[in-house]
């Protein structure tokens, strides 16, 4: 890594943070003293694989948007949200593989949500499961009923 300002390669780290997703690090060049500002990624290491054959890279945000999304005006706190979503990375991080089917992912999602609130459950499943219509929908309760009191 070079100074922006300068070019010099000789810098030395005059500060740390951790912002979530990436490493922050304020910098300081030994050339000419201007201070400027670096970010470290870590470069995912598991893949998605999609239904349509794609692969991507496993993203925790666009996990936590769609249980945000299925949980909205729900008494469900965030709590529980991001444990849910740590459950489910935790979950395919352990499966110790560098690739998941997105349908490995979905289920996962599903039957926690299955546990915490039946609405949210419902939400999910409409877009992960892809129900068109309302005798889908009824046939998915009528999974997550039975799913509830023993049977299948």
């Known amino acids: 890594m ?3 300002h300068c070019g010099h390669g000789n810098h030395k780290v005059i500060d740390t943070r951790d912002t979530g997703d990436a490493i922050r690090r304020r910098r300081e060049c030994q050339q000419c003293g201007q ?3 670096s970010y470290e990624h870590v470069a995912p ?3 998605v694989i999609k239904r349509d054959g794609r692969r991507e890279p496993f993203d925790r945000q666009k ?3 769609g249980l945000r999304i299925a949980t909205a005006k729900r008494p469900i706190s965030s709590e529980i949200v991001e444990e849910i979503a740590r459950f489910v990375e935790e979950s395919v991080s352990g499966l110790g593989k560098a690739e998941v ?3 490995i992912i979905g289920n996962l999602v599903l039957d926690r949500l299955a546990q915490v609130d039946q609405v949210a459950y419902i939400r999910f499943a409409s877009v992960y499961l892809d129900l068109h219509d309302a005798f889908e929908v009824r046939s998915e309760l009528d999974r997550l009923i039975g799913r509830q009191t023993g049977g299948s």
């Open 45 to 47: 290491s598991l893949l």
């Open 35 to 37: 201070r400027f500002t």
């Open 2 to 4: 070079v100074c922006p």
């Open 101 to 103: 089917n997105s349908e």
């Open 63 to 65: 996990l936590l948007a």
